[in-house]
């Protein structure tokens, strides 16, 4: 079975700022990779995924992340960030082949402080 | 565009009362999932449907039933309540294998 681990539940920067959100991923066999951001009391919606090809992929609202299969690791970067950018951002995987089970991690809560 | 479509976004039982919450997508997606948010949790999967008639457990499933006969509609049943049933329920829907999940705007449960 895969897991989700992000090693911060709270970071706290400040107004542009650059920001890191870590997440580590395991799993025996090759996933997919994705990055949801929750913004209060709504659902999540789609940051950025890794599918194949470029291990560098470039998301919404300016984040992007790197696929790092040697560390498996899957780190959300923003060089600088904004007040709006205040929520929760969640890793997830997905099994390339077998059952449709998106695996979350605990969650990041990213407040941005002007 | 409506989207996945949750129903209610709020309820309050009493702990043995059952109830039903409502998942409808109009995206003719195959995949869809029911996943609960407790904090520092993240989300766990309950149920999810790969198909219309096609069920299987997810990874927290006591307590919950799940069934879909059509391609849109994807209920969650809570046979009786129990307060550890307290949470947010997503659902969610993807057109395949490693697409975009797309979420609905969650359903906040408190069982008393």
């Known amino acids: 079975a895969q897991s989700v681990t992000q090693l911060d539940s709270q970071v706290p920067v400040f107004e542009e700022a650059p920001v890191e959100l870590r997440c580590n991923y395991s799993?025996?066999?090759?996933?997919?990779l994705f990055w949801y951001v929750q913004y209060p009391n709504q659902g999540l919606q789609l940051l950025l995924k890794?599918?194949?090809?470029?291990?560098l992929v470039k998301g919404i609202n300016g984040f992007e992340a790197e696929f790092n299969k040697s560390q498996t690791s899957f780190h959300l970067r923003k060089p600088s960030v904004h007040i709006s950018d205040t929520a929760e951002y969640f890793c997830?995987?997905?099994?390339?082949?077998?059952?449709?089970?998106?695996?979350f991690g605990q969650g990041t809560r990213l407040t941005i402080n002007p | 565009n409506a989207g996945v479509t949750q129903t209610p976004k709020f309820q309050v039982l009493k702990t043995g009362q059952s109830m039903t919450l409502q998942c409808a997508q109009d995206?003719?997606?195959?995949?869809m999932s029911w996943y609960r948010q407790d904090p520092g949790m993240g989300l766990r999967l309950i149920h999810y449907?790969?198909?219309?008639?096609?069920?299987d457990q997810g990874e927290v499933p006591n307590g919950y039933n799940v069934s879909r006969s059509t391609t849109e509609d994807f209920p969650l049943r809570l046979l009786s309540a129990a307060p550890s049933q307290t949470s947010v329920y997503f659902c969610?829907?993807?057109?395949?294998?490693?697409?975009?999940?797309?979420f609905g705007q969650g359903t906040r449960l408190t069982v008393v």
């Open positions: 969610a829907s993807s057109y395949h294998q490693g697409t975009e999940a797309f």
């Open positions: 799993s025996s066999v090759s996933v997919y």
């Open positions: 890794y599918l194949s090809g470029s291990t």
């Open positions: 997830a995987c997905l099994k390339r082949e077998g059952a449709q089970k998106l695996v």
């Open positions: 995206m003719n997606h195959e995949y």
């Open positions: 449907s790969v198909g219309a008639g096609i069920t």
